[in-house]
Antibody
Framework: EVQLVESGGGFVKPGGSLRLSCAAS????????MSWVRQAPGKGLEWVGR??????????DYAAPVKGTFTISRDDSKNTLYLQMNTLKTEDTAVYYC??????????WGQGTLVTVSS | EIVLTQSPGTLSLSPGERATLSCRAS???????LAWYQQKPGQAPRLLIY???SRATDVPDRFSGSGSGTDFTLTISRLEPEDFAVYYC?????????FGQGTKLEIK
């Protein structure tokens, strides 16, 4: 059974940093392209970024609103995906979902972790 | 960036009725790159349709997707009580992914 379990969410002040983790199991994480998607309270879904498998280069792409401030990384030895979020703004408040990207769609989702940015 | 516009914003129907949800793209989208998701309150989204018309694992056959170019449709043939939720379309293009704003399907 595929499982994606996010952690690391919480309350942070504007300008602060936070690192989210996503523990993956039930599939070959090493070969997987992974992604983060977020959802602000009461709003729709917004893609944050994706990271390729190491075999496909291991590089990441980001949505415009987070480019330069968020960094996606992976530790294949731990089957874990990360999202480092710096210079956080109030508009970054959202539930952050870890997803397994298969083809061009987000096939499996974690339960999400809430990040609240407020003074 | 390709913008996806979903209509209607809210759809009020009764169980047993047919639901037709629309997703229009600001530029042509390859059918391979179009997906639909269902989200219920307090839950993560669930993939329903990928490649515009292929059902994901364990998705009932009352859900179907169609369309091409800039116009795509999600059809639920006969609504069950558990189908009332928010539905999102999503596309991939130029290394970017975008979602529509969602259609809320509510019980009439």
């Amino acid at each position: 059974e595929v499982q994606l379990v996010e952690s690391g969410g919480g309350f942070v002040k504007p300008g602060g940093s936070l690192r989210l983790s996503c523990a993956a199991s039930g599939f070959t994480f090493t070969n997987a392209w992974m992604s983060w998607v977020r959802q602000a309270p009461g709003k729709g879904l917004e893609w944050v970024g994706r990271i390729r498998s190491k075999a496909d280069g291991g590089t990441a792409d980001y949505a415009a609103p987070v480019k330069g401030t968020f960094t996606i990384s992976r530790d294949d030895s731990k089957n874990t995906l990360y999202l480092q979020m710096n210079t956080l703004k109030t508009e970054d408040t959202a539930v952050y979902y870890c997803t397994w990207l298969i083809g061009f769609s987000f096939r499996y989702w974690g339960q999400g972790t809430l990040v609240t940015v407020s003074s | 960036e390709i913008v996806l516009t979903q209509s209607p914003g809210t759809l009020s129907l009764s169980p047993g009725e047919r639901a037709t949800l629309s997703c229009r793209a600001s530029q042509s989208v390859s059918s391979s790159f179009l997906a639909w998701y269902q989200q219920k309150p307090g839950q993560a989204p669930r993939l329903l349709i990928y490649g515009a018309s292929s059902r994901a694992t364990d998705v009932p056959d009352r859900f179907s997707g169609s369309g091409s170019g800039t116009d795509f449709t999600l059809t639920i043939s006969r609504l069950e009580p558990e189908d009332f939720a928010v539905y999102y379309c999503q596309q991939y293009g130029s290394s970017l992914y975008t979602f529509g704003q969602g259609t809320k399907l509510e019980i009439k």
